[in-house]
């Protein structure tokens, strides 16, 4: 097993927030987590980025074991996150905010490969590298808050609902994005998505989150056939 949470418990004040959740993925793969909100996806991926200390569990990639560790600390050993919201920062340049995404990164030289790479992927952040990353479109600063989070070169990327907010062009050229960046890197993803029937369908496995614990687990294209998925995510 590539990637595992294993009955994670986390509490804000005296509220249970996740109730032993356990996810897991293969190396390659994309897992969507999908259910209403505040039923603890966002929570689920916190967790795992260290930016929610856990009550019990364990967390664990490859054999490196995550909980516990701050956060800058789960950045090197492979792991980023791409916040709900994207909050890139409004008053540095494109270029700028990429670099941060490399912070904890020595090699000058992979860095501006690394750079090159996410112009190739998102040419529109080429054009705008001088810009503030305040003043682009939401759908440029998704691109924007992606290509950084890839600056990190992880091995696993979290994705907390990038296609909020955006429209279905824009959504559609996220999807696609997300597609590319696992098949061609290799990256394998835990994607939280509102959009159920995008994320099923970009997903290898899926997990439906209902008030803090783990509904239902299947394989993507089992869930999409699910009656209780149709009813309460698909709009059926």
Same mark, same amino acid.
């Given at each position: 097993? +590539?990637?595992?949470?294993?009955?994670?418990?986390?509490?804000?004040?005296?509220?249970?927030? &996740?109730?032993?959740?356990? #996810?897991?993925?293969?190396?390659?793969?994309?897992?969507?987590?999908?259910?209403? =909100?505040?039923?603890?996806?966002? $929570?689920?991926?916190?967790?795992?980025?260290?930016? @929610?200390?856990? $009550?019990?569990?364990?967390?664990?990639?490859?054999? @490196?074991?995550?909980? /516990?560790?701050?956060?800058?600390? #789960?950045?090197?050993?492979?792991?980023?996150?791409?916040?709900?919201?994207?909050?890139? +920062?409004?008053?540095?340049?494109?270029?700028? =905010?990429?670099?941060?995404?490399? %912070?904890?990164?020595?090699?000058?030289? /992979?860095?501006?490969?690394?750079?090159?790479?996410?112009?190739? &992927? +998102?040419?529109?952040? @080429? *054009?705008? *590298?001088?810009?503030? /990353?305040?003043?682009?479109?939401?759908?440029?600063?998704?691109? &924007?808050?992606?290509?950084?989070?890839?600056?990190?070169?992880?091995?696993?990327?979290?994705?907390?609902?990038?296609?909020?907010?955006?429209?279905?062009?824009?959504?559609? @050229?996220?999807?696609? $994005?997300?597609?590319?960046?696992?098949?061609?890197?290799?990256?394998?993803? #835990?994607?939280?998505?509102?959009?159920?029937?995008?994320?099923?369908?970009?997903?290898?496995? /899926? %997990?439906?989150?209902?008030?803090?614990?783990?509904?239902?687990?299947?394989?993507?294209?089992? &869930?999409?056939?699910?009656?209780?998925? #149709?009813?309460? %995510?698909?709009?059926?």
């Amino acid at each position: 097993m +590539f990637f595992e949470a294993r009955n994670v418990v986390v509490y804000y004040g005296n509220v249970m927030a &996740l109730n032993k959740v356990s #996810i897991n993925s293969d190396e390659g793969d994309i897992v969507t987590l999908i259910g209403s =909100n505040g039923a603890g996806k966002s $929570t689920a991926l916190r967790a795992i980025s260290g930016l @929610k200390e856990i $009550t019990s569990g364990e967390i664990r990639l490859g054999e @490196k074991i995550l909980s /516990g560790l701050p956060p800058q600390e #789960i950045v090197s050993h492979g792991v980023a996150q791409v916040p709900e919201g994207r909050h890139v +920062f409004p008053y540095m340049r494109v270029i700028e =905010n990429l670099r941060m995404g490399a %912070y904890l990164r020595r090699d000058k030289k /992979g860095i501006r490969q690394d750079i090159h790479k996410i112009y190739a &992927l +998102f040419p529109i952040l @080429k *054009s705008r *590298s001088n810009q503030l /990353g305040g003043s682009l479109s939401g759908g440029e600063q998704q691109m &924007l808050a992606i290509g950084r989070a890839l600056m990190a070169q992880p091995k696993l990327l979290l994705l907390d609902e990038p296609s909020l907010g955006l429209s279905p062009m824009m959504t559609a @050229k996220i999807a696609e $994005t997300i597609v590319e960046i696992n098949r061609k890197n290799n990256v394998t993803i #835990i994607l939280v998505e509102q959009n159920a029937r995008m994320a099923l369908k970009l997903a290898k496995r /899926g %997990y439906v989150i209902e008030t803090g614990q783990i509904a239902l687990e299947d394989r993507a294209e089992n &869930l999409q056939n699910n009656d209780h998925v #149709i009813s309460l %995510y698909l709009g059926g």
